[in-house]
């Protein structure tokens, strides 16, 4: 067997306006300092976006033009079916435009030999950074080969939701430890002691975090948490399914690490001949839209993507520009939103 081969050093890249253009000449156009020129060259912080969007025009006034390989951003993502990945590319390309960064959106299955196919095939054609949004980041034994390869090339990553074991790459992660106490506190304070959750699949970094975080808020409240955890998929059966074996244990709320497990719970209580609330009480996890629109309306765990999205921007720009970025996993701390699918306790 081969060694891989060692990491390249990041790349570091310096910017000017091509052709005879200076950057007083751009500054002068702008009405801005050649500080200025240079900071949104660099796609640096510090400039307004109503400024930085001078400056781009000024550049295009002038025929100076990126190219593509300082331009493109790899987004790798389980699927857009599920709101909130589709959510999360969207706040992740808003915040990248303006840097005049393009984000190509890459729906793969995590770990897979689909996801080193996209990352290879853009790697030859040019890419300035790749992003790992809840891909295999989040699994903690698949191969992680891709980071290999990424790595050997010198092409900057960074992860969202999970970090690779391997790596030293920035995190960007909700707080799921965090997400679990909230959920089971607001159970608490309405009276619940049976408390079940329907968590996602062994080996993956959210779901085993939020299991963790789970059981240390029962234990902190003197709460058995003995067999009242199911694991399943992040889908609607494995909600179903899951639900449907703590139903049987008497559980009267059930905390879902996903919107869609919680949907699938909804499904499980209708046919044990229950209700949400009136007989058990279900949290969410991720806040995706529409779900006023459920019956009832689902109280959920909001991951706070826009959050995400700023710190994604800020390290993306830094890591594209050869500034060295030491920060450990950033966590983003998430919060409730309250509707209708939690209630007290059914006396008796």
Known sequence: MTSPEPAAEPRRRTRAPQGSSSLAEIAEIADVSEATVSRVLNRKYGVSAATRQVVEDALRKVGYE?????????LLTPNLNNPIFA???????????????????CPVYP???QERDYVTALMNSGVAAIIFLSAS???RNADHRVVQLIASRGIPYLSINGGFPESDAPVVSTDDWRAAE????????????RIGLLAGPVGNTPADRRVEGFVQALQNRDIDAEDVVVRGHF???????????????GMTALVASSDEMALGAYRAIDRAGLTVPGDISVIGYDDSPLLDYTSPPLTTVRQPIERIAEHIGRLTTSL???????????????????????????AG
Do not use: M
């Open 111 to 113: 770990g897979t030999v």
């Open 182 to 193: 909230i959920a089971v506190a607001h159970l608490h304070d309405l009276g619940h002691r």
């Open 137 to 139: 980041n989040t699994i």
């Open 66 to 74: 990126r190219p593509v390989a300082d331009e493109l951003v790899l």
């Open 87 to 105: 959510r999360q590319a969207e706040r992740i390309e808003n915040v990248l435009n303006p840097y005049g960064l393009k984000t190509v959106i």
């Open 235 to 249: 889908n609607f059966e494995g909600g179903f399914q899951a639900a449907s074996a703590l139903i049987s244990q």
């Open 320 to 346: 594209i520009a050869g500034r060295e970025v030491n920060d450990p996993e950033v966590l983003i701390e998430p919060e409730i939103r309250l509707r209708s699918s939690t209630g007290p306790v059914r």
